[in-house]
């Protein structure tokens, strides 16, 4: 072939490749305009978040943020900020609890971790694979690595009959699909989604699980129950066996009853998590039987909502006021609300009055029964 005809033919050839290569690059901008389109629109029409999907689909949030002006009730790659109960200047702990981190948070933390006894940790054997236990298995880590799924644990004691109060802080930033807190019956499986990105507590009828986007999940089912929770956040959970009713509380004030009719039910306290090493602590776990002690100290708090601790307003002998303090002191320091309920309490307000008035009436029933 002669010299011109070799330069005909890689003219040929290079117009060739470049026609193609033109054609493929034009193929993936459409493609990447699609996309672009297709994410603007559900914006728009207030779609589900990206990165979401109760039941159970692929989710992409628990690794990379790209949007945050979503829905309050909707999950966020954004770590939810600005929910801390107290100031702490950091909230993210150590991996393990030594005993300087411990006396550092002591002198400089208000959230209350003094507790030396607890009525139960979590549970080593009962758990999902993507955990780590630390502190005393009393802090869950989640997902130490990366995140394919959702993780959970339960506690280690099943809560039988009384009252069982117990509080949660969350430890790391609070983002993805759902960082979880509730109860559930020993037939929940803990390590069944562990390749899926979901909400799994509430996901049945054997467990309740409140979102960090202040939803309740039972049965499938989601109600808007409080305003978003997140790093420092502390999440109380009573449940009282004698009355059937499972009552929660945000930074130790109560934002509602949650569920009623748990008579003759055996929980255990539980917790979920989608998010790349994210993290929660049992900072209090106690419990106590349904006695008539009991219920002057229920009663007394509710007389005396204002004081931070109602023994110190009391004015009985010292003696009594440490076996009170030893025994129900979680009683006489929780804050129930009794304002009005106000328009706003049905979409998510840390204010309800339903934390008083419910549980007392079933007192009122009880007492009459008995």
């Not at 506690?155 to 117990?166: P, R, S, T, V």
């Not at 929940?188 to 309740?208: A, I, M, P, Q």
């Not at 419990?287 to 229920?298: D, G, I, V």
């Not at 609300?337 to 009436?361: N, V, W, Y």
Request: hydrophobic letters at 30%.
């Amino acid at each position: 072939m002669s010299c011109e005809g070799k330069v005909a033919y890689l003219s040929r050839n290079s117009m060739a490749r470049r026609t193609r290569s033109s054609r493929a690059w034009h193929f993936v901008l459409s493609g990447v305009r699609r996309e672009a389109d297709t994410r603007a629109v559900a914006l728009a029409t207030g779609a589900r978040g990206w990165g979401y999907d109760s039941d159970g689909q692929h989710s992409d949030s628990d690794s990379e943020p790209e949007f945050s002006t979503l829905s309050p009730s909707i999950p966020s790659a954004i770590p939810v900020t600005g929910e801390s109960y107290c100031n702490c200047e950091n909230q993210s702990e150590a991996p393990y609890c030594s005993s300087l981190h411990a006396l550092h948070r002591v002198k400089d933390c208000q959230c209350g971790e003094e507790d030396e006894y607890f009525d139960w940790v979590w549970d080593d054997l009962n758990k999902s694979t993507a955990t780590l236990l630390t502190c005393d298995n009393r802090k869950v880590n989640f997902h130490m690595e990366y995140s394919c799924g959702t993780a959970a644990i339960r506690g280690n004691k099943e809560l039988a009959d009384g009252q069982h109060f117990w509080e949660i802080k969350m430890t790391s930033p609070v983002y993805g699909t759902d960082m979880m807190v509730g109860i559930g019956t020993s037939d929940v499986n803990l390590d069944k989604y562990r390749h899926t990105f979901c909400s799994l507590l509430g996901k049945d009828e054997d467990s309740w699980g409140l979102s960090y986007t202040g939803l309740l999940h039972h049965k499938g089912d989601k109600t808007n129950f409080s305003s978003r929770f997140g790093q420092g956040s502390i999440i109380g959970v009573h449940l009282d066996t004698w009355h059937g009713t499972l009552t929660f509380f945000k930074n130790r004030k109560c934002i509602g009853v949650a569920a009623t009719k748990l008579q003759n039910k055996k929980f255990y306290p539980m917790v979920c998590s989608t998010a790349a090493k994210s993290s929660m602590k049992v900072i209090r776990s106690c419990a106590s039987c349904t006695s008539l002690q009991y219920l002057c100290c229920y009663r007394l708090r509710q007389l005396l909502p204002d004081y931070v601790d109602t023994l110190e307003v009391l004015p009985l002998p010292p003696g009594l006021k440490q076996v009170l303090h030893n025994k129900l002191g979680w009683v006489l320091s929780m804050n129930y609300s009794t304002s009005k309920p106000s328009s706003s309490s049905s979409s998510g307000s840390d204010s309800d009055s339903s934390c008083g008035s419910d549980a007392e009436a079933c007192q009122r029933k009880r007492c009459r029964r008995t």
